[in-house]
């Protein structure tokens, strides 16, 4: 066990200090005494015993006024080397020093107690705004606890600081600095509670060689005690804020996920109703032309409804992180070839555009997922798009190894305080409440495009409106093969 160091050899030291002081001064005054009176002499005097004063405390500097006041009366009063005083002035002369030097030493004393007393507070204010400020930045209950110890740990100087939580076992909730067993055998010194309204958060045990704290350092730790408290309580007011949060945007998710997929599926579901439904009456005499119409109807609204479920499927695995595009070389027109063959009669009541050069290089994709990319985002442009304007698709390669592709039409904008929100889950601003559709085909774009290494945005355009979304034309650190490479792979 360590022992503290014994102050005596220093309280000791300091008086003798102080007579040598005065001890020199007497030296020099004697050798200049024919040429001083007395009363100069005592003036002179002072001056040491000020300087022991500020220099080693009041004590010290008590001891310094006595010895210069017998050192001035026997040296420099008549007669010489005694301690009788004859004449009334001379011991005027030694009272009024007397006076003078006690008065002096209590002034430097309260400046010096002053001066330590305001160094310790702003001191202490500086380590509280240091504790304040970094506990402002945390919002982890460990973290707090530990930044709390290691300033304890520092600002009273202690040899071991440890932080428990209320109720931690096993070790858990527990921080313990420096870490290891404690250097010092026994209780702890000094315990605080870390309480706040709610209760008994936790506490602080400190240990330390140099013994017990005094009130004042009892203080600094009661405050620090209670700092950690006040940021124990934000922390986990800030975590039931988050938990609140979250809960409630699971809720309005679930709720729009509920009243989308119920309208997407009320109205194929009713049309493939009334077809099945007319097509089952036998007495009812059909041409041929309308069994195919009602057929029709019902191959169209089966896909709708499989094009909805897969959109589900499709936004759970992305959400999961599970969504790993089987990435191939493929070409991005053969793609977008595909997509507006299956999609030729959505395009009835538009012009379509599109300009994808069998020149581009090969891009390395999942053809699936990059076909639902661009399905995805041409019947977005047909939702909005006023009949008869022009939709269109272009691509062209970036010099920095990138390739870009262009989806616009000829729509109404987007307001800017919601652009970088179309991308989001059932999201929709133009139209909302007169267009079908979940609200999840654009945020399955994104997952697709940021899963193969791209970005996609979309901006407003000058009479309309554009997505846009840029690919990787490198995979795996290898460029695009020749159109021939990629057939025979």
């Given at each position: ?46 001056l ?8 080693w ?26 301690l ?25 004393g ?35 606890l ?12 202690a ?10 076992q ?35 045990r ?12 009892m ?19 800030r975590?039931?804020?988050?938990r ?19 309208h997407?599926?009320?109205?194929p ?34 896909d ?8 589900l ?17 493929n ?33 390395a ?36 190894g ?15 305080e ?8 059932f ?38 409106f554009?997505?846009r ?19 025979a792979e």
């Amino acid at each position: 066990m360590r022992r503290p160091t014994s102050p005596s050899r220093s309280y000791l030291l300091r008086p003798l200090l102080a007579l040598v002081a005065i001890a020199g001064a007497t030296a020099v005054l004697a050798w200049l005494r024919g040429s001083l009176t007395t009363a100069t002499v005592a003036i002179l005097y002072l001056l040491p015993v000020g300087l022991s004063t500020s220099l080693w405390g009041l004590g010290p500097g008590v001891v310094a006024a006595v010895a210069a006041f017998l050192a001035l009366n026997f040296f420099f009063i008549e007669p010489y080397y005694t301690l009788t005083v004859h004449h009334t002035q001379d011991l005027l002369v030694l009272i009024v020093f007397l006076i003078v030097a006690g008065v002096l030493n209590q002034l430097v004393g309260r400046a010096q107690l002053g001066q330590a007393l305001a160094t310790a507070n702003e001191r202490e204010a500086t380590r509280l705004y240091e504790l304040s400020a970094g506990l402002a930045a945390l919002n982890d209950e460990g973290s707090i606890l530990r930044l709390l110890g290691e300033q304890v740990l520092h600002a009273l100087e202690a040899d071991q600081v440890e932080v428990q939580m209320a109720g931690a076992q096993n070790g858990e909730g527990r921080w313990r600095l420096p870490e290891g067993p404690s250097p010092l055998d026994g209780p702890p010194h000094a315990v605080a509670p870390v309480q706040s309204s709610k209760g008994r958060l936790g506490e602080i045990r400190l240990w330390r060689a140099a013994g017990p704290l005094t009130e004042a350092q009892m203080r600094l730790l009661r405050t620090y005690a209670g700092q950690g408290a006040l940021a124990l309580d934000r922390a986990r007011l800030r975590e039931a804020e988050t938990r609140a949060k979250v809960s409630e945007e699971s809720d309005r998710l679930k709720s729009a996920l509920l009243s989308s997929v119920s309208h997407e599926l009320r109205s194929p579901l009713a049309t493939i109703k009334a077809a099945v439904t007319s097509l089952s009456h036998e007495d009812v005499s059909w041409n041929s032309e309308a069994r195919r119409d009602l057929l029709a109807a019902v191959e169209e609204e089966t896909d709708h409804l499989n094009r909805l479920v897969g959109n589900l499927l499709d936004m759970s695995r992305i959400e999961a992180g599970a969504l790993k595009p089987d990435r191939k070389w493929n070409a991005l027109g053969e793609i977008v070839e595909g997509v507006v063959r299956r999609m030729g009669a959505a395009f009835a009541g538009h012009r379509l555009e599109v300009d994808v050069s069998d020149e581009l290089p090969l891009v390395a994709v999942d053809y699936v997922q990059m076909d639902q990319v661009f399905t995805n985002l041409l019947s977005n442009c047909l939702k909005y798009a006023p009949p008869g304007t022009v939709v269109a698709v272009r691509a062209h390669p970036l010099a920095d190894g990138w390739l870009e592709v262009e989806v616009t039409n000829q729509g109404p904008p987007v307001p800017a305080e919601h652009i970088e929100r179309i991308f989001d889950k059932f999201y929709r601003v133009t139209n909302a409440d007169r267009v079908t559709g979940t609200g999840l085909g654009l945020s399955i774009c994104r997952g697709i495009i940021e899963a193969h290494g791209g970005r996609i945005w979309a901006e407003n355009r000058p009479g309309g409106f554009a997505f846009r979304f840029r690919l990787p034309t490198t995979f795996e650190g290898h460029p695009p093969p020749a159109p021939m490479e990629a057939e025979a792979e």
